[in-house]
């Protein structure tokens, strides 16, 4: 009973949801969820870790970024069986449709092109105080 609360208490989160919904369509790394979802990588990383816990994720490393994605087999039988329904659900919700559209277009290189460059003003001013 454990593993099946762990598993719904995974789905219950509204950014978590999202996540699962955009990993549908493709495997991501933090830095792409957290801009889609305009909360902070340590956020995202937490609902990783949360989703992965529960058997809904998988990861695996690509050079410096580490890729999620939907679970294709997950380890318990209710697991599968929410994730099934899970693709159905929310299909015409306007939040999640536009998400999706936007996560069709995002660039990892530019997220993490930008990100550094936000990092070195923040050190420069830094050293300038």
Known sequence: MRDLIRVLKALSDPNRMRIMKMLQEREMCVCELAE??????PSVSRHMRILTEAG???SHKVGMWVHYLWNPSPP????????FELKKWLEQDPQ???????ASKINRE?????QAQQRSRR???????
């Open 36 to 41: 889609l979802l305009g909360i902070s990588q």
């Open 56 to 58: 809904l994720v998988i």
């Open 76 to 83: 318990k039988p209710y697991s599968a069986s929410l994730l």
């Open 96 to 102: 999640i449709r536009a998400l999706l559209k936007q």
């Open 110 to 114: 530019e997220i993490c092109r930008k």
């Open 123 to 129: 050190a420069s001013r830094r050293v300038s105080q």
